[in-house]
């Protein structure tokens, strides 16, 4: 078998004209036109290598499920997103940077398992078998598409690759293993209202309840557990429940002195392993009680949302692997156990699955107007993913 070492410069040009290309293409989540029209063009390269492409709509835009030919359960999974999280701005290259929105997250992830597939086709070099793509269109959004597609897909895989955006860590481009769980939750306050001047000693103060728990909730951030408070509203109960219209009353005096009796508090904490997200979950719920009782207040906690972490243990094989072959292309990879960010990863829901994320290129300004890839790790991407795939075609998983 003939091998080609590097990708030659007219396929890299080809490569990172077809990137402008799919960043000139508009579609933040929500834009159901935009993502049909970015669904359509993976749709014409993934069928140009003879894989099976269908569309399934979804309230939130089309998911694209693409099967290698003859491709049957279990699948080794390929997945990232069709969505950006900005609309698409001018696509601007300086140097071997290409700005534009989606550029790294995650048009780049997507380009670069394009070009690896065309490597492998030069190469004629095998892909592995029973290979399924799965592009969502609500990554960056509500996720409803994504966490079904997801659960779905994810009980058919034997291995799953995920091609959004690698870092630099310490100088050293990384490769994702293993990612944070996070929970999010809410604490209710209620309390007493009284006038501050003529009644004060029979007012509770859901505020002053609610910045007790603020205060000793952050201190259960410790290691890799963190916590953060994200919003604290509080005032008299006509305020909270008419924020929209009562908005105006902040920065002027009117009902300064009524002991403010409603408190609503959010946040959100990580976690690396379910256990220690379970503990802190146990841990606020007792903290809440625990204020509810010093303070004469009356509280309801709840956790209104909840991601497992990517158990970084069943995919270490394929990250040492990943490790090994990247040296062959001259990239020195680093990897990231527990990365803070959700990803699609996450909504896979089988703890005993190998997963390799971070596989796309790296860049920066994810986002922002500012978002860029740098196209020579894009050119690095394609070649550790060409050779990962090839590799996983031969070699069967431990
Ligand atoms: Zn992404």
Redesign the pocket.
Known sequence: MKRKAHLSSAAKAHWEQLLAEFCSISSPSGDLAGLHIMAKRCTQELEGFGFLVRLQDTGTGPVLVALSPHARPPFTLVVG?LDTVLPAGPVRRKGRKLYASGAV??KGGIVTFLAALELLKEQQAPLPPNLAVVLVPD??SSGSATRQAMAEWGAHATLVLVV??GEIVKGQETVVCGRKGMAEFMLRVHGQAAHSGLAFHQGRSALAAACHFVHRAESLTQGDLTLNVSRLVAGDGAFLDNLSKQADLLGTSARLNVVPDAAVCQGEFRFSEGKQGEEAKKALQALAQEVARQRHVRVEFAITHWVPPVDSRAGAWLAERAQRLAREVGLELAIEHNRGGV?LANFLERPDLPVLDGLGPVGGGMHTDEEFVSLDSLARRVRLLARLLQELAQVPPP
Do not use: L, N
């Open positions: 997103h997250d995650m990554e960056e959004e955006p990803s």
